[in-house]
């Protein structure tokens, strides 16, 4: 994993890229695509870390494996 500055509490400036990228529901790809990084990353560092601080939510969470899941923001960092 690539070093990210912190920009507030625990969040890195992807994290809460992320979150606003997210205020509309996205799905995986889309923000793979937008951050650049790689998909194993995403799935398993980046997108748990997000839903467990409760920062981020599955538009499907009876079914959070869904080919169909997106994710949306439950907390939006105000611009700085």
Do not use: W
């Not at 990210?4 to 889309?30: I, M, N, Q, W, Y």
């Not at 790689?38 to 494996?65: C, F, G, M």
Request: glycine share 2%.
């Amino acid at each position: 994993p690539q070093a990210t500055p912190h920009v507030g509490g625990d969040l890195t400036e992807v994290e809460v890229k992320v979150l606003r990228f997210c205020k509309e529901s996205r799905t995986r790809a889309e923000i793979v695509k937008m951050t650049c990084l790689s998909l194993d990353y995403v799935r398993k560092e980046l997108l748990p870390k997000l839903i467990r601080s409760n920062q981020l939510a599955y538009t499907l969470p009876d079914t959070p494996r869904s080919p169909k899941q997106r994710y949306l923001a439950t907390k939006v960092k105000k611009s700085e």
